[in-house]
């Protein structure tokens, strides 16, 4: 079966500090790989997207990246935080083709 | 854009009966439409994806339909209990597309 990490759960950072959270899939190959944003009272905000090694797609700018160094490996990073950066942020898989996503357990992130 | 949107924030129903959660959206019909379960501080879980072309889709107590006049989804909990106390989110995509449109969510309180 298939299941998806991420790590850490929670995390405290200063503004202008770098973040760098990370994702792994097991049990699948070649999945496409999500990171989602989730603001207090607000829905789940797609970040990046990638249906390969180092294939990223942003859909909306903003001071984080992503990177895909292995097949089920995604990584969400920033050289810089900012306040606006709090959130809850969701890594999740999907088998090509199927339109269903499966989410990690998330990683609940604090800018002070 | 592509909106969707989930007009109840939240939803109390007396245990047993059944739960109905209303999912609009506007523009071109989606090619699917996606239910999924969220607890607190924890990430979505897959329910049911309909097709556009699928009228209704059932998965033991749940029951999710499409109406592509009235640009609706409308997912239903037969039975109800108070494990099923959560807020459930609807998604759309469109065909080819990766990328999913969240609703903000309603949040269900079944009452024992």
């Known amino acids: 079966s298939q299941t998806i990490h991420q790590w850490p759960a929670t995390l405290v950072q200063p503004v202008g500090s770098p973040l760098s959270l990370e994702c792994t899939v097991e049990?699948?190959?070649?999945?496409?790989l999500y990171w989602y944003r989730q603001a207090a009272g607000r829905g789940l905000q797609l970040l990046f997207y990638?249906?390969?090694?180092?294939?990223i797609s942003s859909e909306v700018p903003q001071n984080l990246s992503a990177s895909r160094p292995q097949d089920r490996q995604f990584i969400l990073s920033s050289k810089k935080l900012l306040l606006s950066d709090s959130g809850f942020y969701l890594c999740?898989?999907?088998?090509?083709?199927?339109?269903?996503?499966?989410f990690g357990p998330g990683t609940r992130l604090t800018v002070t | 854009s592509q909106k969707i949107e989930q007009n109840s924030e939240a939803l109390n129903i007396q245990e047993g009966k059944t739960a109905t959660l209303t999912c609009n959206y506007t523009?071109?019909?989606?090619?699917?439409l996606q239910w999924y379960r969220q607890d607190p501080g924890r990430g979505p879980v897959f329910l049911l994806l309909?097709?556009?072309?699928?009228k209704e889709k059932r998965k033991e107590r749940l029951k999710v339909t499409f109406d592509t006049t009235l640009k609706q989804s409308l997912f239903h909990i037969t039975a109800s209990q108070p494990a099923d106390s959560a807020t459930y989110l609807c998604?759309?995509?469109?065909?080819?597309?990766?990328?999913?449109?969240f609703g903000k969510g309603t949040k269900l309180s079944v009452i024992p």
């Open positions: 998604a759309r995509v469109g065909a080819g597309s990766y990328q999913l449109t």
């Open positions: 523009n071109y019909s989606p090619a699917y």
């Open positions: 049990g699948t190959s070649n999945p496409n």
């Open positions: 990638s249906v390969g090694i180092g294939q």
């Open positions: 309909i097709r556009e072309n699928e």
């Open positions: 999740a898989w999907e088998q090509q083709g199927s339109y269903e996503q499966y």
